[in-house]
């Protein structure tokens, strides 16, 4: 009779759950939901051996087990770290998990150009969405930017060097979906880039999967360049019998026009799977069946991660579970930009209404509020002092 396997009792931001050992910190924090998750550049979970590259996923590890409660000395890469019994982990509530991931993003803008405006990436972006929540609005960096000598890759997909982040995802999409291994990253450090062997792994029959992989604009499909922003069109879930792929797959429309076809993705970016497979899709697929009689339509297509590409799609958007005052139950949210814990000016106890006259500066002034109060009440200001002191430390 096979042995039950005990399940592993992790706490990732004050939330307790379990899960099978073996299970990654990043795994298990996906059970809970978007917030808690960190994000994930490099790691794709129908990759084999994906992960470890990016440094996005960090996390602190505040205890390593039940065994040894002793906290992990270095922010750890979640992609790669297993849970074990009784870890308790931190992720948007620890300080040095911001810090370094605000550093994370940082490095990986510095050679990220903002082309946004005129990327077919635009609004499905991963690093976008990453920029907005951890970037910096300014740059620090003052130095040239890496260029690279640009390289056609065939009739389907368009490389642009300098935005990719060399998560490698693409070259795990060239060996383990194309026949032949052809393609890698070749240099190190700056010079670091995706190797001229792609073209030669474009002709294979899977090769368009490495767009849909790619979490930036680096790899685009050609076929569509320039043509529309991603959020005016209309996803629509179709399928067609394709002896190569599972035939499963978003046709992105305008009107009855199909401008896109792209593997089904789900709320992490990534494609569904189908029977326990992923629905990978075949070039044929993705390149030659632009037209909507090609396709059966099964109707819109669930939009479930929170990005542009949800702009004007609120039927078929699905929110994402929100998680995070179960996290902050008891912490003072400063990680969130409480805008109060900086600014007296929109003090949500102050009511503008009651204030007689226009609102000047003295109105939002706590050292001046502490201080008229004194000033009309001598023998109170000590009791006085304290009690501000606690309401504020409630706040
Ligand atoms: S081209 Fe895209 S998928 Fe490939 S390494 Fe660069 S960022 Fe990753
Ligand atoms: S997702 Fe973990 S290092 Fe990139």
Known sequence: MSEEVKNFKVTIDNITLEVPPGTTILNAARLLGAEIAPPAMCYYSKLENSGGKCRTCLVEVAAGSTADPRPMPKLVASCRTTVMDGMVVKNITSEKVVDARNGVVEFLLINHP?????????GECNLQDLSYGW???????????????????GPYIQLHMTRCILCYRCVFVADQLTEKRMHG???RGDHAAISTYISK????????????????????????RFKNRVWFTKPQDAHR???????????????????RVTARKDKWSEV????????????TCRFEKKSASDWVIEGLTTI???????????????????????????LKPNLLMNIHSISDVNDPDLHLSEIPGPADGKDFDIANEIDNHIDENPYEAEN???????KNLEK
């Open 272 to 283: 569904q799977s189908y029977d326990g497979k992923p629905g990978w899709i075949c070039n």
């Open 384 to 390: 006085y002092n304290k009690e501000f002191m606690y």
């Open 135 to 153: 970037g910096e609005v300014n740059t620090r960096y003052k130095f040239a930017r890496r260029t690279f000598v640009r390289e056609d890759i």
């Open 201 to 224: 792994a474009i002709d294979n029959d899977f090769s368009g999967n490495m767009i849909d992989v790619c979490p930036v604009g680096a790899l685009t499909d050609r076929t569509f």
């Open 304 to 330: 479930s991660r929170y990005s542009v590409i949800g702009a004007n799609k609120y039927k078929v958007k699905v929110t994402p579970e929100t998680t995070i005052q179960k996290v902050m139950g008891g």
């Open 241 to 259: 019998d394709c002896e190569k792929c599972c035939g499963k797959v978003t046709l992105w429309m305008r009107g009855d026009e199909v401008y």
């Open 114 to 122: 903002l082309d946004c405006p005129i990327c077919d990436q635009a």
């Open 185 to 187: 990253i070749v240099d």
